[in-house]
């Protein structure tokens, strides 16, 4: 965005009005004052470098004169000019420790201290990743650790932690799949996705080759339609993408005979565990069915994320696809030492350079030391009861696309504010001005206006209360004054910023104003 459309943009037609909670992260607004974002003062220094004191380089012997850039127009301004900018900004900043972040679908829950410091321990910070095995012990039977701790929690014996997203990890598991098949001498052409999937599933069918089938779901229990399923299940089906819970917040309770008409047919069971916290320590997906399943561990077991990772999406898969894992496993010899085993001649192979994101796996690994086995029951056990406290609070005020007990997520639906001219979007909007980070909306696409919200296991009664009264308060502007609404926010730096544009023509960096 150039100068002058950040300065433009920021100047709002409307009385501006007070957040409810008072602590709004843009609280530092001045109204109707224009935000100007060009701080450069010609001359201005922040510090003056020593004199050269090595050798100099003729630069044309380096770099061809045609390749060098002649000028570098970096902004000048001092140093006070620099913290204050930069401090500024954090304050605009949005994050799950300063505020509630009920983004459904990401699990934006807190990620705790200890996990932190165990990260930045010097011991595993310092570590190079091409060090012989024999001085990386420590690490690597972090590594086999959570492979053991993963195998137990999701019920399948085989695990890799070297995928490094969720959809990272769809795709490594869908490879597997396509290996098996192949090594049973025949490559099978489709994958069977319902319609409420994630669209990183037919995104992952797609990369492995295979043609996505889709299936429907029934509109009154929110599940997978079970005779589109059977109707569409056969022998040239590699797999069935099926997210448990699914992406309503849904169980799907049919899973076991899902699982059991796949099998028939020789079609494997992949399992999105994006929703794995719903499920923690309550049930495990292998005990289910389930051939293979990928852990983001950056939504389930703590990994702060957000604005693209590093991330983590082991797969765990049941004996019989084990073979087909990543290469190098990390193994335990019969002398207890642990060691790369990178003799697997069945394996898909690399699907990431060393290990994966060892600080994602090393956070997670702490996390699952510091609940034990008592606290993973009760993380899966109250991320559902949040949610359906949540959903209690909302009830009077808002309808649901499907109207049940929910797991760790629900989905509203925001049809019914069309009548006053409102939209999902609008609602979404506002919520900011009383000092939230909005929802997920239009996700699952199957919800038409979906707002989607997953409060998780971290947040207390209070807050949960608090967001819902601004829900609910927000419910009651659309319905009364639509316009505070359907031109929200009021409070921000900016307001409703050209979405399509921002994505098509990103323009994040600073450039020197053309003089
Ligand atoms: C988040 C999510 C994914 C993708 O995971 P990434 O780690 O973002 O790649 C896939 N499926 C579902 C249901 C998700 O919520």
Known sequence: ????????????????????????????????????????????RAGKLPALDVPTVDLDEIIPAG???????????????????????????????????????????????????????????????????????????????IQRQLAEITGLPGVSTQPVAGAHGELTGILMVRAAHLKQGRMRRKVLIPDSAHGTNPATAAMAGYESITIGHDRITGELDFEDFKSKLDDDCAAIMITLPNTLGLFERRIEE???????????????????????????????????????LHKTFAVPHGGGGPGGGAICVAAALEPFLPAPLVVQAPDGSFAYDADRPDSIGRV????????????????????GKEGLGDLGANAVLNANYMRALLADDF??????????????DGRPFKEFGVRTLDIAKRLIDHGYHPPTIYFPLIAPEAIMIEPTETESKETMDAFANALIAVAHEARTTPSVVQNAPHMTPVGRLDEVRAARQPDLRWQAPVS
């Open 399 to 412: 309808s649901f696309y499907v109207d049940r007990i929910c797991m760790h997520e629900f989905v509203l």
């Open 258 to 296: 899902i699982c059991r008409l796949a099998h028939e047919v020789g079609c494997f069971v992949y399992c999105d565990g994006a929703n794995l916290n719903a499920l923690v320590g309550q049930i495990r997906p292998g005990d289910l069915g389930v051939d293979l399943l990928h852990v983001n």
């Open 1 to 44: 965005m150039t100068t002058t459309e950040h300065t433009e943009s920021a100047v709002h037609a409307g009385a501006p009005l007070r957040p409810a909670s008072g602590h709004s992260i843009f609280a530092g607004r001045q109204e109707g004052i224009p935000v100007v974002f060009e701080k450069s003062v010609k001359g201005r």
């Open 67 to 145: 390749e060098r850039r002649q000028e570098l127009p970096l902004p000048e301004l001092s140093e006070l000019d620099v913290v204050r900018h930069f401090t500024r900004l954090s304050k605009r900043n949005y994050s799950i420790e300063s505020e509630f972040y009920p983004l459904g679908s990401c699990t934006m829950k807190y990620n705790p201290k200890i996990d932190e410091n165990v990260a930045a321990l010097p011991g595993f910070r310092n570590l190079h990743p091409l060090q012989p095995a024999s001085t990386v012990q420590g690490a690597l039977q972090v590594i086999h650790d």
């Open 352 to 371: 990431h350079s060393y290990q994966g994101n060892f600080n994602a796996i090393l956070r997670s690994y702490a996390y699952i030391l510091q609940l």
